[in-house]
C-alpha cells in the first residue's frame, strides 16, 4: 500500500458526459501528479501540481483539468468524454521530483 | 519517434535465472531515470531511480545508465516467481515533464 488513495476504483459513463475523480496524496507529500494508462498509449504524464499551484504540464487535453486544494487532495474533471478516454488514471504523489507513489487506480470506462 | 522506447516483451524466464530489461531515449535532456514495477491491475511501484550515467544497486536489482548512448537497463538477479509484473523505465525532462515506457511483461516460471 502506498499509502496514496484514489476514488472511484472504477466508472462507467456515457460519451458526452462529465466525471471528477480524486486523490488524497501521502501524509506530508505536496507534489500530486496524475496520468492516463492506455493499452496503446502506455502511461502518460498529464498534470503536476505542487502545494495548490500547478506545476508541470504534460500530454492534457483542453476538455480535461485538475485543482489542488488546500488540504492537498487533488481532483481531476474530465468533460465531454469520448470513447477514448476510457482508460486507467493514476495519481502520484511525491517528497521531491523523482520518487513517486503511485495509488491504485481510477478505471474509467465510457460506452 | 516516441521519446523512450522499450521492448514490450513479453519476456519469460526460469527462475533463479538474470533478467535484462532496456530503454532506450532521443532526448539528451532527461536528467532522472526510473525503473517502475507493476502488478496487473495495480499502480506502478517504483523500484529505483538514478541521476547519473553508471550503476546503482539495491539488492537483486541493478540500474545502469549509459548516458552517451541514451539507453538504460535494469538487471534482476536471482529472478523469482514474484517479479513476474510489467516494469516501466520512466525518465524525467527539465520542468518536471515524465515520460514512460510502454512496459515490458516478465514472467518468471518456477
Known amino acids: 500500500d502506498s499509502g496514496v488513495t484514489q476514488t472511484p476504483k472504477h466508472l462507467i459513463t456515457a460519451t458526452g458526459q462529465r466525471v471528477t475523480l480524486r486523490c488524497s496524496p501521502r501524509?506530508?507529500?505536496?507534489?500530486v501528479y496524475w496520468y492516463q494508462q492506455s493499452l496503446d498509449q502506455g502511461l502518460q504524464f498529464l498534470i503536476q501540481?505542487?502545494?495548490?499551484?500547478?506545476?508541470a504540464k504534460g500530454n492534457i487535453l483542453e476538455r480535461f483539468s485538475a485543482q489542488q486544494f488546500p488540504d492537498l487532495h487533488s481532483e481531476l474533471n474530465l468533460s465531454s468524454l469520448e470513447l477514448g478516454d476510457s482508460a486507467l488514471y493514476f495519481c502520484?504523489?511525491?517528497?521531491?521530483?523523482?520518487?513517486?507513489?503511485f495509488g491504485p487506480g481510477t478505471r474509467l470506462t465510457v460506452t | 519517434q516516441k521519446e523512450v522506447e522499450q521492448d514490450p516483451g513479453p519476456l519469460s524466464v526460469p527462475e533463479g535465472a538474470i533478467v535484462s530489461l532496456n530503454c532506450t531515449y532521443s532526448?539528451?535532456?532527461?536528467?532522472?531515470f526510473m525503473w517502475y514495477r507493476q502488478y496487473s491491475r495495480k499502480g506502478p511501484e517504483l523500484l529505483m531511480y538514478?541521476?547519473?550515467?553508471g550503476n546503482k544497486e539495491d539488492g537483486r536489482f541493478t540500474a545502469q545508465v549509459d548516458k552517451s548512448s541514451k539507453y538504460i537497463s535494469l538487471f534482476i538477479r536471482d529472478s523469482q516467481p514474484s517479479d513476474s509484473a510489467t516494469y516501466l523505465c520512466?525518465?524525467?525532462?527539465?520542468?518536471?515533464?515524465?515520460?514512460f515506457g510502454t512496459g515490458t511483461s516478465l514472467t518468471v516460471i518456477p
Open positions: 502520484a504523489s511525491s517528497p521531491d521530483s523523482y520518487e513517486q507513489y
Open positions: 501524509s506530508g507529500d505536496l507534489s
Open positions: 501540481y505542487y502545494n495548490g499551484e500547478e506545476r
Open positions: 532526448n539528451s535532456a532527461f536528467q532522472y
Open positions: 538514478t541521476y547519473s550515467s
Open positions: 520512466a525518465m524525467s525532462a527539465p520542468g518536471n515533464q515524465f515520460y
